[in-house]
């Protein structure tokens, strides 16, 4: 069974950081190309960075700069290194992996920047 977990979520203040892990079981994820949702609520879930293959990463213009997307094959575990984070940043992210055919989602942390 293929499960996405994403953790690494929780409350920062403005300017600050967090790194949001997501760690695949059930699939390798150096196979797939990987991104990275976020959605607020009333909206459409938004790729703001993604992952393909070994080193292609591309970003939404709005994380551009300030977000890093990575991938640890040995931890089967793609990350989301996010700085100088600011209230519009918050969010629920979620991790998407795709590979032909097959997708697969996370259920996604809640990130929350706020003084």
């Known amino acids: 069974q293929v499960q996405l977990v994403e953790s690494g979520g929780g409350l920062v203040q403005p300017g600050g950081s967090l790194r949001l892990s997501c760690t695949a079981s059930?699939?390798?994820?150096?196979?797939?190309?990987v991104n990275w949702f976020r959605q607020t609520p009333g909206k459409q879930r938004e790729m703001i960075a993604q992952?393909?293959?070994?080193?292609?990463?591309r970003y939404a213009d709005s994380v551009e700069g300030r977000f890093t997307i990575s991938r640890d094959n040995a931890k089967n575990t793609v990350y989301l290194r996010m700085t100088a984070l600011q209230p519009e940043d918050t969010a629920v992210y979620y991790c998407?992996?795709?590979w032909g055919l097959g997708e697969h989602w996370g259920e996604g942390t809640q990130v929350t920047v706020s003084s």
């Open positions: 998407n992996a795709k």
């Open positions: 992952v393909a293959g070994r080193a292609t990463k």
């Open positions: 059930g699939i390798q994820l150096s196979e797939y190309t």
